[in-house]
């Protein structure tokens, strides 16, 4: 059985998807791929918009779309000593 | 300055004290960073711990370095500035910086947000310290307690993540612990002092080695 994630692996989950697509990812792709609820997903995009993980685009079919900031660029390069430091004091 | 420390240890002490507030100064402006690149509360409150711990160290240190200097010899007599009573200002600064390290420590562990308990936690702990009539006793035994809650906390994250950082994390709290409670001892055994610095020395050098792992990115 899978470990339960917590909160940093599904922002980097959510992140890497939205980099592997590029400029146009919907949030039901970034929902299923990250496999999240759809309660989940509501929250976790809003926390990333207002952290400045990412932005919001809507196209002229009123669709929206996502894609990284340089903020969301530097959290997915800084994973791995992001991920240690707070496995290795347990603030997950 | 507090304790019964052999006099062959004086000036050590105060380069242990130093170093001991620079290496945790170091990891709270790390929490900082990871704070701002991931915006995890924990690590923000994890910076404001060491920046706690380290404070109370580098006051240690200065006072220490200062009563080390002869300050009867520049320092009045008889008012505010004697050395009577900036002993008791940097006992109490110490102590109160310190203690509030361990209390934010506590309430990371704890991993329950709500500013009631941490209020608490903080409430009793200041109470305790200012009413006490062994103040040192006090100040050592709620060190003692809350770094063996801490220790425990930091055990149980190691078995539940078993990598060598959550290891070293783990036995350098706990080293913290005993050196804690031999700081205890130490109100009356001057060896006690030593030890407990030595312990101490120990847990800082395993939480730099953890530092060290982070930036690599080794496991």
Same mark, same amino acid.
């Given at each position: 059985?899978?470990?339960?994630?917590?909160?940093?692996?599904?922002?980097?989950?959510?992140?890497?998807?939205?980099?592997?697509?590029?400029?146009?990812i919907?949030?039901?792709?970034?929902?299923?791929?990250?496999?999240?609820?759809?309660?989940?997903l509501?929250?976790?995009?809003?926390?990333?918009?207002?952290?400045?993980?990412?932005?919001?685009?809507?196209?002229?079919?009123?669709?929206?779309?996502?894609?990284?900031?340089?903020?969301?660029?530097?959290?997915?390069?800084?994973?791995?000593?992001?991920?240690?430091?707070?496995?290795?004091?347990?603030?997950? | 300055?507090?304790?019964?420390?052999?006099?062959?240890? $004086?000036?050590?002490?105060?380069?242990?004290?130093?170093v001991?507030?620079?290496?945790?100064?170091?990891?709270?402006?790390?929490?900082?960073?990871?704070?701002?690149?991931?915006?995890?509360?924990?690590?923000?409150?994890?910076?404001?711990?060491?920046?706690?711990?380290?404070?109370?160290?580098?006051?240690?240190?200065?006072?220490?370095?200062?009563?080390?200097?002869?300050?009867?010899?520049?320092?009045?007599?008889?008012?505010?500035?004697?050395?009577?009573?900036?002993?008791?200002?940097?006992?109490?600064?110490?102590?109160?910086?310190?203690?509030?390290?361990?209390v934010?420590?506590?309430?990371?562990?704890?991993?329950?947000?709500?500013?009631?308990?941490?209020?608490?936690?903080?409430?009793i702990?200041?109470?305790?310290?200012?009413?006490?009539k062994?103040?040192?006793?006090?100040?050592?035994?709620?060190?003692?307690?809350?770094?063996?809650?801490?220790?425990?906390c930091?055990?149980?994250?190691?078995?539940?993540?078993?990598?060598?950082?959550?290891?070293?994390?783990?036995?350098?709290?706990?080293?913290?612990?005993?050196?804690?409670?031999?700081?205890?001892?130490?109100?009356?055994?001057?060896?006690? $002092?030593?030890?407990?610095?030595?312990?101490?020395?120990?847990?800082?050098?395993?939480?730099?080695?953890?530092?060290?792992?982070?930036?690599?990115?080794?496991?």
């Amino acid at each position: 059985m899978m470990n339960k994630r917590d909160r940093i692996e599904i922002i980097n989950d959510m992140l890497n998807i939205i980099e592997s697509k590029g400029d146009k990812i919907k949030p039901t792709q970034i929902m299923y791929k990250a496999n999240l609820s759809h309660e989940m997903l509501n929250v976790y995009m809003k926390e990333l918009l207002t952290k400045g993980f990412i932005t919001e685009r809507i196209d002229k079919q009123k669709r929206r779309t996502y894609s990284l900031t340089e903020k969301g660029f530097n959290f997915l390069r800084d994973y791995k000593m992001i991920k240690s430091f707070v496995d290795s004091y347990g603030l997950n | 300055m507090f304790y019964m420390s052999p006099s062959w240890f $004086y000036g050590f002490d105060i380069a242990f004290e130093l170093v001991f507030g620079v290496i945790s100064l170091v990891i709270a402006l790390f929490a900082f960073k990871i704070y701002r690149k991931s915006f995890q509360i924990s690590a923000r409150l994890l910076g404001f711990s060491f920046v706690f711990i380290s404070l109370a160290f580098l006051v240690l240190s200065f006072f220490n370095l200062l009563f080390s200097l002869k300050p009867e010899s520049y320092l009045c007599q008889s008012s505010w500035c004697s050395v009577a009573v900036l002993s008791v200002i940097g006992l109490y600064t110490h102590i109160i910086l310190l203690l509030i390290g361990f209390v934010i420590l506590c309430y990371i562990v704890l991993k329950r947000r709500s500013i009631t308990i941490f209020l608490l936690l903080l409430g009793i702990t200041l109470f305790a310290i200012i009413f006490s009539k062994n103040v040192l006793l006090t100040y050592h035994l709620l060190s003692s307690i809350f770094l063996a809650f801490i220790s425990w906390c930091y055990i149980r994250n190691f078995l539940a993540n078993k990598q060598t950082k959550t290891c070293l994390i783990a036995l350098a709290f706990t080293l913290l612990f005993f050196g804690s409670f031999h700081f205890f001892l130490a109100v009356n055994h001057a060896l006690f $002092y030593v030890m407990g610095h030595f312990f101490e020395l120990f847990a800082y050098i395993l939480i730099l080695m953890n530092f060290y792992l982070v930036l690599k990115n080794d496991e």
